[in-house]
């Protein structure tokens, strides 16, 4: 007997509309004045607080691109050490608990991870074909400022998934129990037109159904939300919608496993839910820095078109007198002397110090981005893959506490709902998810993956390098014998699993026990014996590594 599915819950559409009220005062109330600066000075490019007019230029106001260029550093450092194109950043493997099950063999457990490997290279094809790296890029330069957002699209079987990065002023959202961000709103204005475009299943009420047949170019102002239920199943508990926000009326709705958009922060303090970026840290420091620019700048004028003083009887009036760069200003000919000859307004002699000044806060400012993990393309052409390696763990570790945070906010739900959203179109079938977790079914018993990603790699070469010094020791202390301080039949699988190698090519370490004893016999084998007249052949005994390596193989 099949037990009967709920019906999924979503609140009407007057309190989905008191919840988005209320995330958006809440962002507009305490954080649009702030950020406003930040982007002013920082992002230029993607600030669109104020309705910007098209082609108006957005830098007049700044003399100093040091943080403009701070945000492109860092939005590119970000994208290139945690989802570098082209690159398969994440893997899933089988947890150290589930290896330790009774019913997984070692050949089981290679069979699986090979699996593993095939599916995860599979969604890392149809990823790199979705272009992410632009929407992304896009989403870690808002992430500087502190919170970066990505709207994540369903296509066909194609191309599954498409990218789109959402700009702050058009987002609001709510923190979940967990500490993530939940629930979302995105403002923005559509024509009928579009509407139709973007959601072809959209029912319009009546008078903008008259819009779109009498005016379908007129732009009205929807509201896209998607909100969590954790009462619903599995498959249903999350709820997107499409709203009108005059009539409230809903145009789209349906029910998910997955919420499409992904909203992941650098930094934040407890109360808020607005995270905080670099350059939310450096924006005093950008300040100062865009004003001692401005006013170098200004002396720069100066010194090109000096302005002279001419002695006169003229009187000056202070209010409504103006001192620019090649203007005369007449003085008092008895103060300048009964033959004073005209002379340049004396300027400012200690240029070294604001140039100094200057420096250091270009200095600070990009060592609060983190610009300069790299070498420059000058310096990379000797660099080493050891300094590039460095250098990688170098930021990593500068970065260490916002990484983690983007491992929980940003990677693992990004995977998850890649993963939900190919096994619905039937591309993945072994891997999938309950309650957040991957699990793989292996002969009718559930097995627990889990995920790595850059930080955890940076993890996995710090073990192998503290294993190679643990080989350097035991060689110390026992010389050519050091090899079995270790059981040397797992270090094949050790390393491969930490280098990220497919399993296809390794095998597993019960076949290598058993090659290597195999080997040892026949090096052990007594010569064969010499025929009449003549010599005996030199002796194929075994030495005593060899020996010790026979005994170890054989327990």
């Not at 604001?354 to 270009?362: F, G, N």
């Not at 390696?389 to 693992?412: G, H």
Request: net charge negative.
């Amino acid at each position: 007997m099949h037990e009967s599915k709920k019906e999924s819950y979503c609140e009407t559409s007057d309190e989905r509309y008191r919840r988005y009220k209320k995330a958006y005062d809440r962002l507009f109330t305490y954080w649009q004045s702030k950020l406003e600066d930040i982007y002013d000075y920082c992002l230029p490019g993607r600030n669109t607080w104020n309705t910007p007019t098209e082609g108006a230029s957005k830098t007049v106001d700044i003399f100093d691109d040091t943080a403009v260029q701070g945000v492109q550093n860092f939005a590119t450092n970000s994208l290139t050490f945690l989802m570098p194109p082209f690159k398969q950043f994440m893997s899933l493997g089988i947890s150290t608990i589930a290896k330790k099950q009774k019913n997984l063999s070692d050949g089981l457990i290679q069979q699986i991870e090979e699996s593993l490997d095939d599916q995860m290279a599979t969604l890392f094809e149809y990823l790199n074909q979705s272009g992410y790296a632009n929407a992304f890029h896009e989403a870690f330069q808002d992430l500087a400022a502190g919170t970066g957002v990505i709207i994540i699209n369903e296509g066909d079987d194609n191309r599954p998934f498409s990218f789109a990065s959402v700009p702050i002023p058009e987002i609001a959202f709510e923190e979940g129990p967990s500490g993530r961000l939940e629930n979302f709103w995105r403002t923005r204005k559509y024509s009928t037109r579009q509407i139709k475009r973007l959601w072809s299943m959209a029912v319009l009420p009546e008078e903008l159904e008259s819009l779109y047949k009498n005016r379908p170019d007129e732009e009205i102002e929807i509201v896209e939300g998607v909100i969590y239920y954790p009462q619903n199943d599995e498959d249903s508990c999350y709820f997107y919608y499409v709203s009108d926000v005059k009539s409230k009326k809903d145009l789209y709705s349906d029910f998910r496993s997955y919420s499409p958009f992904l909203g992941f922060r650098y930094s934040k303090l407890a109360g808020e839910v607005m995270g905080r970026g670099p350059a939310f840290f450096a924006i005093d420091y950008i300040r100062i820095l865009n004003l001692l620019v401005e006013y170098d700048l200004r002396g720069a004028k100066f010194d090109a078109f000096p302005t002279y003083l001419v002695p006169s009887t003229q009187i000056i009036n202070p209010n409504t007198a103006t001192f620019e760069p090649g203007s005369i200003i007449p003085i008092d000919a008895q103060f300048a002397g009964e033959k004073a000859p005209i002379q340049p307004l004396p300027g400012n002699p200690n240029k070294n110090d604001s140039q100094l000044r200057m420096e250091y806060y270009q200095s600070l400012i990009r060592e609060i981005f983190a610009s300069d993990p790299l070498p420059s393309p000058d310096e990379q052409k000797n660099s080493t893959a050891t300094e590039a390696n460095i250098r990688y763990k170098e930021w990593i570790r500068k970065n260490s506490s916002s990484v983690s945070r983007l491992q929980d906010e940003l990677i693992m739900p990004l995977f998850e709902v890649l993963l939900k959203i190919l096994r619905k179109k039937a591309l993945i079938k072994d891997v999938q998810i309950m309650n957040h977790t991957f699990e793989i079914k292996v002969n009718g018993s559930v097995v627990k993956l889990v995920y790595d990603s850059p930080i955890l790699d940076s993890q996995k070469s710090d073990e192998l390098s503290r294993l190679d010094q643990y080989m350097a020791r035991a060689t110390q202390w026992f010389g050519q014998y050091g090899v079995l301080a270790t059981n040397y039949w797992e270090l094949p699988n050790f390393s491969a699993e930490r280098l990220n190698l497919s399993m296809e090519l390794i095998p597993t370490p019960a076949d290598v026990k058993a090659m290597l004893t195999k080997i040892f016999q026949q090096m052990t084998q007594p010569p064969p014996a010499a025929q009449p007249g003549q010599q005996p052949g030199a002796p194929q005994g075994q030495n005593q590594l060899q020996m010790a390596l026979q005994n170890a193989g054989g327990q």
